[in-house]
């Protein structure tokens, strides 16, 4: 296989990692009925006048599957942080002691976890279309590497590899939409 092509399959494949990372990382974000620090990570403090992620401004702890414990290095911001958990619509009622922040993650409801998987297979599908955009793409240089005298079958050959390195992508999205939706569903 000739090098620019094996250029544009590097370049293609980079970027659906990236894509499957921040697949990852949105579907983790949907919370499963258990306690986790990283259902905060879209949550952030007014910190001496400057937006700043929860996890930056004290520590979050699981001491059990239902409870989350912030505490904050200064005391003088557990407001801050009481007033951005409610304004995130988590759906969370932060207890605020004086000392930390209690959170606890109410048990889903039938419907409620039907509406997260309704989520979940969006956010998967939003990954499976990154995906194919990608591809796309890495087919369009790819045809574009004919006026560099590449053959008409070389070309083929990369297409079939973009398109192989595609299906692969996105076998890997459906598994962790799978994994993600088992989580969700178990009571």
């Known amino acids: 296989m000739n090098d620019l092509i094996k250029k544009q399959l590097n370049e293609a494949q980079s970027h659906m990692d990236k894509a499957i990372e921040r697949c990852d990382n949105e579907l983790s974000k949907i919370r499963a009925g258990k306690a986790m620090p990283s259902m905060l990570d879209g949550i952030f403090v007014d910190y001496?006048?400057?937006?700043?992620?929860?996890?930056?401004?004290?520590?979050?702890?699981?001491?059990?599957?239902?409870?989350l414990i912030i505490q904050?290095?200064?005391k003088n911001i557990l407001a801050n942080i009481e007033k951005a958990i409610q304004e995130s619509n988590l759906g969370l009622n932060p207890q605020n002691d004086g000392n930390?922040?209690?959170?606890?993650?109410?048990?889903?409801?039938?419907?409620?976890?039907?509406?997260?998987?309704?989520?979940?297979k969006s956010e998967s599908e939003n990954g499976r279309v990154i995906i194919?955009?990608?591809?796309?793409e890495a087919n369009e240089k790819i045809k574009k590497l004919k006026s560099d005298g590449i053959s008409e079958d070389?070309?083929?050959?990369?297409?079939?590899?973009?398109?192989?390195?595609?299906?692969?992508?996105?076998v890997k999205v459906d598994k962790l939409s799978e994994a993600k939706e088992k989580d969700i569903m178990t009571v």
């Not at 930390?100 to 979940?120: A, C, G, Q, S, Y």
């Not at 194919?132 to 796309?136: A, D, E, F, Q, T």
């Open 132 to 136: 194919r955009n990608i591809r796309k």
């Open 48 to 67: 001496y006048g400057n937006p700043t992620p929860i996890a930056q401004v004290g520590t979050i702890n699981t001491p059990d599957a239902r409870t």
């Open 100 to 120: 930390i922040i209690r959170l606890n993650i109410p048990p889903l409801t039938e419907e409620r976890r039907k509406d997260l998987v309704k989520k979940l």
């Open 154 to 170: 070389e070309i083929k050959i990369g297409e079939a590899e973009v398109q192989k390195l595609t299906d692969s992508y996105i």
């Open 72 to 74: 904050p290095w200064e």
